[in-house]
């Protein structure tokens, strides 16, 4: 059902990938400009601020690369999915699960093991925590049918939760009031982008961003290399274009939507490194804050291919980020308008994507034949 | 247990069940026409602030439930636009009016109200008055339970029995009516639905027309029989609650009823034990009233995956149709 946006249409490539997302895009930067000027603010200000706050300052930039590490994987963990005809709207639990496996490697043997060993043991126990996560969905949907779209929905549910169960139950923290675990040890703590270049001699404001952007760097090949340079990753793109074709091909579609969705909630699940162990330095309740839902948006306008994802990541990051800056400066903006600018993005460049393909197609035609009359003698 | 204990038990479940059986019925609509409603929490959202908003400018019940309708219908409509006018995905479409209606709800309520997304409580005149308050103290006089049916039936606002009578009315129109045999067809056999000369566009288009009018009332009523004002993300959840029900009633008005009955009942019942000790017997402690709140969900998936009986959802179900052309 994912794929059937695709299809049929004989576009060339670089409208179909290029121009359509970007004209799609902006028509929701239209609307959400109406909107901004419906509450009484001046659009192109508003948008000037925004950019200014994304990419004005060394500060500016690195927050948006951190909100854009955590979409980059939120996005990924879309695409690897679609890629295999399926649609996971559970990154957000996943996101959460992988938190809470960070958290408790983290919490549980903190002052046992040095970081060098820590670090990497909590990237793993993020991804399994994700992946468990996503492979129930996933496992129901391959041998007993389940659709994945609603147990997907219905384990974000569960995961909330858990994790508001733990928060305020054995992963408490004895000394606060509020639902969240005690702080993470020196040594399970990813250290800060403006620490690593410290180590190189460059002096950068401390912000978020942390060593997971380079993770996320390093999803966005694996995750490409896999896809379109790998058995693996060809018997799970075989399985999502044509499942009865590639079940004659040798391939057995149940794993490959088992091995799809688990990989994507590893993905997801790495969200919980760059937020709990990055930023945050402790379990908090909502801390994938609908990442989960942005990569939908994410993974939509990048075509569900990792240079896509990578670019939309930095505009949502960009977003994000120039949004919160918004808020102090013009009074009577709220970050919710960067909520509903997203929205629009998954309308107009998701839902109603092809509504726009026939109007291309003849403004393609009319270009071809205005081409063809003047070559001709 | 006691009488009184008993009561409001029953009366917090009707209540908390009202706008989920509301939304059941809008996606059982839908869904039974082929088109799967993943907005049904944004546009409960919506309809919840129109009303609200437009409550607190005129001051005027009608008019506000006229907004949520606009609204609701609106969203139906621009749902159908995407996927049954064009082939858009219908599960994006449902995704994207979710995120829209969460993010603009919140941006025109602080524009307009400046109370942080809030709107101001409703006036009075738009509080849902208690219906049927006499008919208690009858009831009350009965032996036995007369004291549990009078406080757990009695005196709640219209939309409570307006939504039991929706699910006769859904019954009646699905599985009675000319209409309902063909949008049902048209959600299991589209092409065969054209082929009889019906339309399935004009169909599916009915079906989330009815979808709209049943989620303004459910919208309506959480802000005028719930909550004294809107507040920001109040739908929280109801919407993909609904839709587990939806799914847990097997996509049949009755099965709706009773799933969304069950589910108001555990959340009734989460609220009531909050912070109360569990029998010495099971442990001690506190009720771990997290597992009661996500257990709606935990019986959907255990339901789907076929190890309670069989959902089967309409076979055209998610599938855009296109009508084939002679080329």
Redesign the interface.
């Known amino acids: 059902?994912?794929s059937?946006?695709s299809g049929q249409v004989a576009l060339p490539g670089w409208i179909e990938l290029a121009l359509l997302p970007v004209f799609n895009v902006g028509i929701a930067l239209l609307v959400a400009g109406v909107?901004v000027r419906?509450?009484?603010l001046d659009p192109l200000q508003v948008f000037g601020l925004l950019v200014e706050g994304a990419f004005g300052s060394r500060a500016g930039v690195s927050y948006t690369l951190y909100y854009a590490t955590t979409f980059v994987f939120t996005g990924l963990a879309v695409a690897v999915a679609w890629h295999a005809g399926l649609?996971n709207?559970g990154g957000e639990g996943q996101a959460t699960m992988g938190g809470l496996g960070a958290a408790l490697v983290g919490l549980g043997l903190g002052s046992q093991l040095p970081a060098a060993l820590l670090l990497p043991l909590m990237v793993l126990s993020a991804m399994l925590f994700g992946l468990a996560w996503a492979a129930v969905?996933g496992a129901?949907q391959a041998w007993?049918?389940?659709?994945v779209?609603?147990?997907t929905?219905?384990?974000n549910?569960?995961a909330a939760?858990?994790i508001?169960?733990l928060l305020?139950?054995v992963l408490k923290d004895p000394a606060g009031m509020a639902p969240e675990s005690r702080a993470l040890g020196a040594a399970a703590q990813v250290p800060g982008m403006h620490q690593l270049l410290g180590v190189l001699g460059l002096d950068w404001p401390q912000t978020p961003l942390n060593a997971t952007a380079l993770l996320a760097l390093a999803a966005l090949a694996g995750v490409h290399v896999f896809l379109w340079h790998t058995r693996g990753g060809y018997a799970l793109r075989a399985t999502g274009l044509a499942p009865q074709a590639a079940l004659y091909g040798g391939i057995a579609p149940r794993r490959q939507v088992l091995v799809a969705m688990g990989l994507a909630g590893a993905l997801a699940g790495l969200v919980g490194i760059n937020e709990v162990a990055g930023v945050h330095h402790r379990l908090l309740q909502d801390f994938a804050a609908g990442a989960g839902?942005a990569g939908?948006?994410v993974s939509?306008i990048g075509r569900n291919h990792p240079a896509g994802i990578a670019a939309a990541a930095l505009l949502f990051g960009a977003l994000h980020q120039g949004g919160a800056e918004l808020v102090f400066e013009v009074p009577?903006f709220?970050r919710?308008?960067?909520?509903?600018?997203?929205?629009?993005i998954?309308?107009f460049a998701?839902?109603?994507?092809?509504?726009a393909t026939p109007l291309f197609l003849r403004l393609h035609a009319l270009a071809r034949r205005a081409g063809r009359s003047r070559g001709a003698p | 247990m006691d009488e009184t204990f008993a009561g409001s038990l029953l009366a917090s479940t009707l209540r908390a069940s009202t706008p989920l059986v509301l939304c059941a019925l809008a996606g059982t609509f839908s869904e039974r026409a082929g088109v799967i409603d993943l907005g049904l929490e944004g546009k409960l959202l919506a309809t919840a602030f129109a009303t609200a908003a437009v409550g607190v400018a005129t001051g005027s019940l009608a008019l506000a439930l006229l907004a949520a309708l606009a609204v609701g219908v609106a969203l139906s409509m621009l749902h159908g636009y995407g996927c049954v006018s064009h082939p858009g995905d219908q599960v994006v479409m449902g995704m994207a009016i979710t995120m829209t209606a969460a993010g603009l709800t919140v941006v025109l309520g602080m524009a307009w109200f400046g109370q942080g997304g809030q709107t101001p409580p409703l006036p009075q005149a738009l509080r849902l008055q208690p219906w049927f308050a006499d008919l208690g103290a009858l009831l009350e006089k009965l032996p036995l339970a007369g004291t549990t049916l009078a406080l757990g039936l009695t005196g709640h606002p219209l939309p409570v029995y307006a939504a039991l009578l929706a699910v006769a009315g859904a019954w009646w129109l699905l599985f009675r009516t000319r209409f309902g045999l063909r949008l049902r067809a048209a959600g299991e056999n589209p092409a065969m639905v054209e082929a009889a000369g019906v339309s399935v566009k004009g169909l599916r288009y009915r079906a989330l027309a009815l979808n709209g009018v049943l989620v303004s009332m459910a919208g309506a009523y959480l802000v005028t029989g719930l909550s004294p004002a809107f507040v920001p993300q109040m739908s929280a959840g109801r919407g993909y609650m609904a839709l587990a029900a939806m799914i847990f009633g097997k996509w049949h008005p009755a099965g709706a009823l009773g799933a969304c009955l069950l589910f108001g009942f555990l959340d009734a019942l989460s609220i009531r034990l909050q912070g109360m000790p569990l029998p010495a017997a099971l442990g001690g402690g506190a009720v771990p009233v997290q597992a009661i709140q996500a257990l709606p969900y935990l019986l959907t998936v255990v339901l789907l995956a076929g190890f309670i009986g069989r959902a089967r959802a309409p076979k055209a179900l998610g599938q855009p149709y296109a009508k084939e052309r002679r080329a």
Request: neutral net charge; charged residues 5%.
């Open positions: 059902m994912a059937s946006a909107v419906a509450i009484g649609f709207i969905p129901l007993r049918g389940s659709h779209v609603i147990t929905i219905m384990f549910f569960l939760a858990l508001v169960y305020v139950g839902f939908i948006a939509l009577g709220s919710e308008m960067v909520l509903t600018l997203q929205g629009l998954v309308l998701g839902a109603m994507a092809t509504v």
